[in-house]
């Protein structure tokens, strides 16, 4: 029987370059009181070893994450668990500078923190985390979606623990493929546009049928994105810059959808590229599973039946996602496992975070029920766009590339050569030069690497 999802914004912690955190302080929770004295002492009922034991049945949280519909979801999983749990606001950029000054002071660490992805490599390389496949947790890594246990590993080999998936396809406007690519099915579009070099030529054909005013992207960096997050390649093998083998061919093809005209000039994430949703002047975005109700509709709020969703040229890919991971300094090791458990490997955790949250799950077996996660989004048209994800993006992601300590520093070189290549006229710029500028910069920010 079909399940009917809640129609919610998903305020999930996500930035258009990855997924990011939403704002929240950095701030400890309040200490509870302590116990009074005197008579107010004595009327206090005498606590049994099994309520000090019940007391202790909690996990602290950091995350970015801490509103109603999480709260309520929780007061879900403490009903069917007697588990309590506490939510701490930290932004993810402040994650890894949080754990390192609690853990240096001696502080108390949370029971689970998030790793959110642009900041996974980093934190995954800090040597401060349990494996939570061995005694006595035990968590089956068997049951999680196959893709992600590379990225849920650590530096030293630990399975630090899963998380909430995100991967992504490609949405389209309905009425402009249909002027301008003859068709507005998804499964013909995916037959027309099977890969970039097909992509690249069918945007040279609507920019001459416009005369420049239609693009087939708005930014560099939505193309950037989804070629990105196609790739597998190491941008770093050890101690060594791989940027030829890795970076060049995403360059190249960047460069060729620019001198094509193709592609508009607006910044990726910004107003702008936000305000285009809404517009009639491009045609493709990249989407995530949770760019459907956080980015397209709340972007184009008026855009009820003109959006499309498809698999884009080179097939589907990650975008985003947070693990849970415990560290070994927690306190509630035991109840924090527990609590990983049943919400990324239980069909009852599932329904929750679908219902709550509209999450997807990394335990797979859901995935062998194509109802699990399917409904029909009037604003795609009567697409099930959800159950497109599920059965047809899960099932496709072809491999990952495996999170790095130096992420951020090479998203931020790459950022760079993006607006060189939007900045020039025709395209005039050669991969040679900015992989030469990137490595450069690199070498400068971290030492320890070589070419």
């Known amino acids: 029987m079909k399940r009917k999802l ?5 305020g999930a912690a996500i930035c258009i370059s990855s997924l990011a955190g939403c704002g929240g302080s950095g701030s400890q929770p309040q200490e509870a009181p302590a116990a009074s004295s005197g008579q107010e002492a004595e009327a206090q009922p005498q606590e049994t070893e099994g309520d000090s034991a019940a007391a202790d049945r909690e996990v602290t949280i950091w995350c970015w994450d801490t509103g109603d519909t999480r709260k309520q979801m929780h007061d879900e999983f403490t ?6 749990v506490n939510l701490v606001a930290v932004e993810s950029k402040d994650m890894t ?18 790793l959110e992805a642009t900041f996974r490599g980093k934190l995954l390389s800090l040597d401060i985390w349990e494996d939570i496949t061995s005694d006595p947790y035990n968590f089956d890594t068997s049951q999680v979606l196959d893709y992600l246990i590379p990225l849920e590993t650590a530096e030293g080999g630990q399975y630090v623990g899963p998380e909430c998936p995100s991967v992504a396809g490609m949405a389209y406007k309905r009425e402009l493929a249909k002027e301008y690519l003859g068709t507005d099915d998804p499964q013909e579009l995916e037959a027309m546009l099977s890969d970039w070099d097909a992509f690249i030529e069918k945007g040279k054909e609507v920019a001459e049928k416009s005369g420049g005013t239609v693009f ?7 193309a950037g994105q989804m070629l990105k997050g196609q790739s597998t390649a190491p941008f770093v093998e050890g101690d060594k810059l791989n940027l030829d083998a890795s970076m060049r061919p995403i360059l190249e093809k960047l460069l060729e959808m620019k001198q094509a005209g193709m592609v508009d000039v607006l910044d990726f994430s910004s107003a702008e590229e936000g305000a285009s949703y809404a517009g009639d002047e ?5 989407c ?5 109700e956080f980015t397209i509709k709340s972007n184009d709020k008026d855009g009820q039946g003109r959006w499309g969703f498809m698999l884009p040229p080179g097939g589907p890919f990650p975008w985003g996602g947070t693990v849970m991971g415990v560290p070994r300094g927690a306190v509630h090791k035991e109840e924090a496992v527990e609590y990983i458990r049943f919400f990324f490997a239980s069909e009852e955790g599932a329904v929750l975070q679908r219902d709550y949250k509209g999450n997807f799950s990394p335990y797979k077996p859901l995935y062998e029920d194509a109802t699990f996660y399917s409904g029909e989004d009037e604003y795609f048209a009567g697409q099930d766009v959800l159950q497109a994800i599920s059965q047809e993006v899960f099932p496709n992601i072809k491999g990952v590339r495996l999170p790095s300590k130096y992420d951020q520093d090479i998203d931020d070189v790459y950022n760079l050569a993006l607006k060189t290549i ?8 050669s991969v040679d030069s900015l992989i030469e500028s990137m490595t450069e910069e690199l070498l400068t920010k971290q030492p320890d690497l070589s070419k």
């Open 282 to 286: 491009h045609i493709f975005y990249p």
């Open 422 to 429: 939007n900045a020039s006229v025709d395209g005039s710029v």
């Open 6 to 10: 809640l129609t919610i914004l998903m």
């Open 288 to 292: 995530a599973n949770w760019s459907v």
């Open 79 to 84: 009903k069917a668990t007697g588990i309590k």
């Open 216 to 222: 087939m992207l708005s930014s560099l960096g939505a």
């Open 97 to 114: 500078q949080k754990l390192q000054t609690t853990l240096a002071s001696g502080g108390e660490m949370p029971d689970i923190a998030w």
